[in-house]
């Protein structure tokens, strides 16, 4: 069965960092999301990505974030210089289209800022 | 925009007992309603969805859930639960003109004992 997978499922770096956290979404879909799931806290949306550009974004999303697909398989979350309350798992997942409202979610990746 | 509350952060139930994990939303237009399921050092599955149609849905492991749009409502239950229920369980609302961005509840621990 297809499913997102996400790179590195772990990592640790230092304030003021940059991490780059890889996605790769299901062949065939077409709109792509960002999570993030502080401990012990709700999953909350970041950015959302269609035909090769932001389709909308919460607050959480400032200039420190991007994302981009660079080649046509992956799909990644940049954080330029990090802090330590960007420590969390972040969700990768994708979708077939619209009006069908599934998403299928990657095993996240934890990014712990020290 | 929307919003999502469960009302539980914890259901603690044993083993063979029925279940109900309680979710309520808001929102100003017509939406669709999910259940995901989070086992332990994992991602997020779907666990059962409300697009249209018949407002009682159902999961391939015996989970149910009613849409009751006069209460804005959509709990999840079982009528009969194993050990290995035992998951975080989060509800989520995605309105139908949009990206199919998902709005997650705070998430509810169900822990069944034997």
């Known amino acids: 069965e297809p499913e997102v997978t996400q790179t590195p499922s772990h990592q640790v770096t230092q304030m003021g960092q940059e991490v780059i956290l890889r996605c790769v979404p299901i062949?065939?879909?077409?709109?792509f999301y960002w999570y993030r799931q502080i401990l012990g806290q709700k999953v909350e949306f970041l950015v959302s990505?269609?035909?090769?550009?932001?389709?909308?974004k919460s607050e959480i999303f400032d200039d420190q974030f991007s994302v981009e697909r660079p080649d046509g398989s992956n799909f990644t979350l940049k954080i330029r210089s990090t802090k330590l309350e960007d420590s969390a798992m972040y969700f990768c997942?994708?979708?077939?289209?619209?009006?069908?409202?599934?998403?299928?979610f990657g095993e996240g990746s934890r990014l712990t800022v020290l | 925009a929307q919003s999502v509350t469960q009302l539980d952060s914890q259901v603690p139930v044993f083993e063979e007992a029925p279940v109900e994990l309680r979710c309520n939303y808001s929102?100003?237009?017509?939406?669709?309603l999910f259940w995901y399921v989070q086992y332990p050092n994992q991602g997020l599955q779907l666990l059962l969805k409300y697009l249209s149609g018949s407002t009682l849905v159902e999961s391939i492991n015996g989970f149910e859930a009613e849409f009751n749009k006069s209460q804005t409502s959509f709990h999840l239950r079982k009528p009969s639960v194993h050990i290995s229920d035992t998951a975080e369980y989060f509800c989520?609302?995605?309105?139908?003109?949009?990206?199919?961005?998902?709005?997650f509840g705070a998430g509810t621990r169900l822990a069944v004992h034997p």
């Open positions: 997942a994708s979708g077939p289209g619209l009006a069908v409202g599934e998403l299928f």
């Open positions: 989520a609302v995605s309105d139908q003109g949009g990206y199919n961005k998902l709005i």
């Open positions: 062949s065939n879909h077409l709109y």
């Open positions: 929102s100003s237009v017509s939406v669709y």
């Open positions: 990505f269609y035909n090769n550009e932001i389709s909308e």
